[in-house]
């Protein structure tokens, strides 16, 4: 390409020109800067599918553990009184955490 002096184009083209460029290098720092954090993302998407599958066995324990402490108790209560204790008893932890989620967020 020959080298193009400002008496070879009108000074409107050239602000065209020079816009047209501008545009084109903020279009490729967004493609980059994406392609930057796609790749970034892409390592915790499995840590991410682990931590899920471990907070939905987590849940699970749980679920089990309150239903194993109501059989426990419904020995002294009844298998009504047992069940509503430990419901009870999972109500009140879940308040607390929740307490402490409002109070880290505040």
Do not use: C, H, N
Request: charged share 15%; net charge positive.
């Amino acid at each position: 390409m020959a080298r193009m002096t400002l008496r070879d184009e009108p000074i409107g083209t050239l602000l065209s020109q020079a816009v047209e460029r501008a545009r084109d290098l903020a279009k490729a720092e967004i493609a980059y800067y994406r392609a930057v954090a796609t790749g970034k993302a892409q390592g915790f998407v499995r840590p991410a599918i682990l931590l899920v599958a471990a907070l939905l066995i987590l849940q699970a324990s749980l679920t089990v553990l309150v239903a194993a402490l109501g059989v426990a108790i419904a020995a002294w209560l009844g298998p009504a009184g047992g069940l509503a204790v430990a419901a009870a008893v999972g109500i009140v932890l879940a308040g607390i955490l929740a307490l402490v989620a409002k109070g880290a967020l505040s």
